[in-house]
Structure formats: structure tokens, C-alpha cells
């Protein structure tokens, strides 16, 4: 069962027997979705989310399902497969002589910079040029974090090495990772049949820890019911207003004269949010920037919407700054 069901069900059952008296009296005068905005308020609440992670390994992140994570040192020249399973984090693969691009961030194309961040990887592909070896995965950059701050390129993958024996441009790719081919099989069997992330780092070790992965996930609630009591003061409140766009496209202000209009209807709406990962994103600057993902379901009279969405965000003094989100 996925870790949000459990929390969910653990909620419940807290609030049930240990305000059974409060909540018969709320349900009564009230009605049902009242006692529902009870439950949203505990959500929204950072205490509660540390209680319900605290054995579990959120250092590499908090994933409701289980995942692999593909974690890169560029300076160490280090690459790790990371397992996490319900709270457990475990390493099942290692390499010391990664080769990666040029030091730095990438920032435009043919810069010859292998990204620092984090993003999804595909499943295995044939290149069709030796040079690439084997076979490859290709990672999501650029993202729309990447796009929201000028970044250019693309065709970031995870490859192995040509397969004539020659050198991968004297010992450094064109952006890319590359792994030993001998050891290319043996990373597809770890992650073929997992979703997978891809994190890179530039020489600094990029963590969490329960105290971040807390605030963040009572700050996504807390945000998540501003919107659905149509709050716009508070909803924006939760907006960087000088780095945000919007699927790299509407820029903050558009984007809050759009939600102020929306939200001047008073629409009666309801929102969940399910399949939860929060992941802290390596960056440059060392700022305390994560990835949060989740499925949302948004219904409305006038509008409903069912998938994935992402955002990225800052967290700085206990606050959610979004800065990007498609």
C-alpha cells in the first residue's frame, strides 16, 4: 500500500478516536465536509507530517512510490543507483571513473556542461551511433525550471563508450554521463522496471532531511487549500513574484491577474492530491531548492483536470517559494 493511503488512513483514525467527541459535534451541526476541512488543516499541519516520516530516509527525498534514484557527483566522477523503498533508502550500484561533461552548470547549448539538477530517465534506446555504446537513457532537461531561467541544449543521456575503443573526447563527454559498457547491463537491470529519477551534482552533497521534507509537505497542503477555499491572497502568498512562470510561459503577474479572476467566482471546487515525491534539487547556487511532484485531481463545475503536475520550489524561512511549475 502507498505511503500516502497509510497516512491518510492514520489520520483519520487519529482524528477519529482522539477527537471523536469534536467531530460527532462538527458532523452534526456541520455536516460531512466540514469534518473533510479538519483533516485538510491536520495535513497542512508540519507537526503531523513529522511525526508520520520520522524512521523514515528522506535524505535523497520523500517518494510515495518506490523508486530509483541515479545519483551523480560530477566532481567525485561518482555515480550511484539509490533504491527507495517506503522510507528506506539503499545503494545497489556504484561507479568511481564516471566520465561527465565540462565543470559547471550547463547553461546554453554546446557549452559541453552536464546539468546539474534532477530529472526523470527513461528506459533504454538504441542511438544507432557507436560512439554512444550499447545503448542509452535520456533524461527530461531541460525542465521547465530549466526553461524559466534561460537555460538552452538538449540530449542529455546516460550512455556507455564507444564501442570502437576509442576515447570519449579524451576523457570527457559532450554533457552527457557515460558508464562503463561492462556495466551498462547491469545499471538497466536496476532500472528497467522502476521509475526512475536522474540527480546530478556538481561537487557539494546534496541532501534533505525530515525537518525540510515536513515543512514542504504542510506547505503543499496549506497551498492546496488556499486554492480550493479560493484564498488568493494566501495562494499567491506561496509564489515567487519575481522568478515564477508559469509552463515557461505566463510570467507572475499575468499569471495572478488569471487566478484573480478565477477565483472572484467563488467556485465551489475540490482538489486531491495523490502520488506524492518531494526531491531536493542540486543547483549552482547551493540554494535550498526541491522538485515536488503529485497527481492531481481538480473538480469543478466548469473545469476539471486529471494528471501529473510539478513544481519547483525554494524553501526559505519555513516558506514555499514556487518558482516554476508546469
Same mark, same amino acid.
Given at each position: 500500500?502507498?505511503?500516502?493511503? /497509510?497516512?491518510?488512513?492514520?489520520?483519520?483514525?487519529?482524528?477519529?478516536?482522539?477527537?471523536?467527541?469534536?467531530?460527532?459535534?462538527?458532523? @452534526?451541526?456541520?455536516? %460531512?465536509?466540514?469534518?473533510?476541512?479538519?483533516?485538510?488543516?491536520?495535513?497542512?499541519?508540519?507537526?503531523?507530517?513529522? *511525526?508520520?516520516?520520522?524512521? *523514515?530516509?528522506?535524505?535523497?527525498?520523500?517518494?510515495?512510490? =518506490?523508486?530509483?534514484?541515479?545519483?551523480?557527483?560530477? #566532481?567525485?566522477?561518482?555515480?550511484?543507483?539509490?533504491?527507495?523503498?517506503?522510507?528506506?533508502?539503499? /545503494? &545497489?550500484?556504484?561507479?568511481?571513473?564516471?566520465?561527465?561533461?565540462?565543470?559547471?552548470?550547463?547553461?546554453?547549448?554546446?557549452?559541453?556542461? +552536464?546539468?546539474?539538477?534532477?530529472?526523470? @530517465?527513461?528506459?533504454?534506446?538504441?542511438? #544507432?551511433?557507436?560512439?554512444?555504446?550499447?545503448?542509452?537513457?535520456?533524461? +527530461?532537461?531541460?525542465?521547465?525550471?530549466?526553461?524559466?531561467? #534561460? *537555460?538552452?541544449?538538449?540530449?542529455?543521456?546516460?550512455?556507455?563508450?564507444?564501442?570502437? #575503443? +576509442? /576515447?570519449?573526447?579524451?576523457?570527457? +563527454?559532450?554533457?552527457?554521463?557515460?558508464?562503463?559498457? !561492462?556495466?551498462?547491463?547491469?545499471?538497466?537491470? %536496476?532500472?528497467?522496471?522502476?521509475?526512475?529519477?536522474?540527480?546530478?551534482?556538481?561537487?557539494?552533497?546534496?541532501?534533505?532531511?525530515?525537518? !525540510?521534507?515536513?515543512?514542504?509537505?504542510? =506547505? @503543499?497542503?496549506?497551498?492546496?487549500?488556499?486554492?480550493?477555499?479560493?484564498?488568493?491572497? &494566501?495562494?499567491?502568498?506561496?509564489?515567487?513574484?519575481?522568478?515564477?512562470?508559469?509552463?515557461?510561459?505566463?510570467?507572475? !503577474?499575468?499569471?495572478?491577474?488569471?487566478?484573480?479572476?478565477?477565483?472572484?467566482?467563488?467556485?465551489?471546487?475540490?482538489?486531491?492530491?495523490?502520488?506524492?515525491?518531494?526531491?531536493?534539487?542540486?543547483?549552482? &547556487?547551493?540554494?535550498?531548492?526541491?522538485?515536488?511532484?503529485?497527481? !492531481?485531481?481538480?473538480?469543478?463545475?466548469?473545469?476539471?483536470?486529471?494528471?501529473? *503536475?510539478?513544481?519547483?520550489? /525554494?524553501?526559505?524561512?519555513?516558506?514555499?517559494?514556487?518558482?516554476?511549475?508546469?
Amino acid at each position: 500500500m502507498k505511503l500516502l493511503l /497509510r497516512v491518510l488512513f492514520s489520520l483519520v483514525f487519529f482524528i477519529i478516536f482522539a477527537n471523536a467527541s469534536n467531530l460527532a459535534k462538527i458532523y @452534526l451541526n456541520e455536516g %460531512l465536509e466540514a469534518v473533510e476541512k479538519v483533516l485538510e488543516q491536520e495535513l497542512a499541519s508540519k507537526e503531523f507530517w513529522a *511525526k508520520e516520516l520520522k524512521d *523514515k530516509n528522506v535524505s535523497l527525498g520523500y517518494y510515495d512510490d =518506490n523508486v530509483a534514484i541515479v545519483l551523480t557527483n560530477k #566532481g567525485d566522477k561518482i555515480i550511484r543507483v539509490f533504491y527507495y523503498d517506503d522510507g528506506k533508502l539503499e /545503494r &545497489k550500484f556504484i561507479q568511481k571513473d564516471v566520465l561527465t561533461g565540462l565543470a559547471g552548470d550547463k547553461e546554453i547549448e554546446g557549452d559541453l556542461k +552536464t546539468p546539474i539538477g534532477f530529472y526523470e @530517465l527513461g528506459k533504454k534506446f538504441y542511438p #544507432g551511433d557507436p560512439y554512444y555504446g550499447p545503448f542509452a537513457f535520456a533524461t +527530461t532537461y531541460p525542465n521547465v525550471l530549466d526553461k524559466t531561467l #534561460g *537555460k538552452t541544449g538538449s540530449g542529455i543521456w546516460i550512455h556507455g563508450y564507444p564501442l570502437d #575503443g +576509442t /576515447r570519449i573526447d579524451t576523457y570527457k +563527454t559532450r554533457g552527457c554521463i557515460a558508464i562503463h559498457n !561492462e556495466l551498462l547491463e547491469d545499471f538497466n537491470k %536496476l532500472v528497467a522496471d522502476r521509475k526512475t529519477y536522474a540527480m546530478t551534482e556538481e561537487k557539494d552533497k546534496i541532501t534533505t532531511n525530515i525537518d !525540510e521534507v515536513s515543512t514542504l509537505l504542510a =506547505n @503543499l497542503f496549506a497551498w492546496k487549500e488556499s486554492w480550493q477555499n479560493n484564498d488568493i491572497k &494566501k495562494y499567491l502568498s506561496f509564489y515567487d513574484q519575481k522568478v515564477f512562470k508559469h509552463n515557461n510561459k505566463h510570467k507572475y !503577474e499575468q499569471f495572478a491577474k488569471t487566478k484573480e479572476r478565477i477565483f472572484s467566482r467563488n467556485e465551489k471546487k475540490v482538489i486531491k492530491f495523490s502520488d506524492l515525491s518531494i526531491s531536493p534539487y542540486p543547483n549552482a &547556487k547551493n540554494e535550498k531548492i526541491f522538485r515536488i511532484g503529485f497527481y !492531481e485531481d481538480y473538480n469543478a463545475k466548469n473545469y476539471k483536470f486529471k494528471g501529473n *503536475k510539478v513544481i519547483y520550489v /525554494r524553501l526559505q524561512d519555513d516558506k514555499m517559494q514556487i518558482l516554476a511549475e508546469q
